[in-house]
């Protein structure tokens, strides 16, 4: 009975954990079997072949006709042996591609119009016929369409090809993809992986959005993460570099004020004639009119030679010394000023004992001494006499 009860436990607890109707295990839910894994086609699968004739033709232009006439009979012979049917058509310009009996694979007719596509598109055969693997898928990115103006466009062209096309050769060797710019399409060539990073690179390109070479960074960081297994089930955002534009220089725009929505519409503007009517010009006579048309002239050129002799004599108005004093500075003018004034005392006192010696006063000489000249006078006149 325990037994049967466990059994009865695990069942509920099974049917619990499906919730769908239908989800219950199946046989290739199995992890060891690899899902991405594209099998190899054998005609085993397909032995009664196709029912129907499927065909797909393309145009091509003028100047890849002699290309295609000599290189048709390698093209023939690798779609020959798939089964599909090819033909050149050199008067209309067009490639065309069906099925018949002897045609296995069902999904060969599309890989031949990939084919073709290819062909058109400036691919060479060697490299297009490639693309009957399984492995290999093909893409065709059209640009024309992305830029407007031409000389833009044909400039971030050139920044996806690169100098002596090094950006080019780099993006194929990160991406495992085979690129071919040429016009306004660029075809590549290689696995789903591959071709979706070349997708969104050439698009970032022509749509100015980023530059290939940032894109060319990111993809050899990811490619040296992929390489180490310990980071293998985490998120690599944070060691993925972030790049900013930062030559992009936005207009800011003025936004206008909207104004109160009415209904009306607005008031028509007064005329000349009405706006003569107000003041009471219209009713002036021509010679009062001509009057007052002089004297505002006559007012306009007095306030015109106002304003240049203003500017003239502007020229001649000294400019305004700074006065800045410094409590230190102001301090020490003060002492030297103090310095100054005793030493001018100083020299004056000096100056005015000098002047008494040297100044002999001649009055007092004749009011003191009187008969000294006689004395003098006197020995000359006996002197004489003698």
Request: hydrophobic share 30%; with cysteine; charged share 35%.
């Amino acid at each position: 009975m325990e037994e049967s009860n466990g059994e009865v436990e695990v069942e509920r607890k099974e049917k619990t954990k499906h919730k769908g109707k239908h989800d219950k295990p199946k046989p290739w839910d199995d992890p060891s079997i690899d899902h991405w894994k594209v099998d190899k086609f054998d005609p085993s699968w397909n032995e009664g072949g196709m029912l129907e004739v499927s065909s797909f033709s393309t145009l091509f232009p003028q100047y890849r006709e002699k290309y295609l006439q000599e290189a048709w009979p390698t093209v023939r012979g690798a779609l020959k042996e798939f089964g599909v049917k090819s033909e050149l058509n050199l008067v209309e310009g067009c490639m065309t591609v069906s099925t018949t009996r002897k045609t296995r694979d069902p999904y060969i007719i599309m890989k031949a119009r990939d084919l073709i596509k290819l062909l058109s598109r400036s691919v060479p055969a060697p490299q297009a016929i490639k693309i009957l693997n399984d492995e290999m898928q093909c893409d065709i990115i059209k640009i024309g369409s992305l830029v407007r103006n031409k000389e833009r466009f044909v400039k971030r062209r050139q920044h996806l090809v690169g100098p002596n096309s090094s950006t080019l050769k780099a993006l194929e060797i990160l991406t495992g993809c085979y690129i071919l710019v040429q016009g306004n399409t660029v075809a590549a060539m290689g696995s789903f992986k591959g071709l979706k990073q070349v997708r969104r690179v050439v698009e970032d390109c022509i749509q100015n959005k980023m530059h290939p070479v940032y894109h060319i960074k990111t993809l050899m960081m990811k490619r040296e993460l992929a390489s180490d297994p310990a980071l293998e089930n985490e998120n690599w955002d944070r060691f993925l570099p972030k790049f900013k534009k930062k030559n992009v220089k936005q207009k800011k725009v003025k936004s206008k004020e909207k104004k109160p929505y009415t209904p009306f519409p607005p008031p028509q503007p007064p005329s000349k004639v009405d706006l003569q009517l107000e003041s009471g010009e219209y009713f002036l006579s021509d010679q009062k009119k001509f009057a007052k048309k002089w004297q505002q002239k006559l007012e306009k050129q007095a306030e015109k030679t106002a304003e240049n002799k203003r500017k003239r004599e502007a020229a001649f108005v000294p400019p305004m010394e700074p006065m800045v004093q410094d409590p230190s500075k102001s301090a020490d003018d003060k002492n030297d000023v103090a310095a100054m004034a005793m030493s001018l005392k100083k020299k004056a006192k000096e100056f005015g004992k000098q002047k008494s010696l040297e100044n002999v006063n001649p009055e007092t000489y004749i009011a003191a001494s009187g008969e000294a000249p006689s004395k003098k006078k006197r020995k000359h006149s006996k002197s004489l006499i003698q």
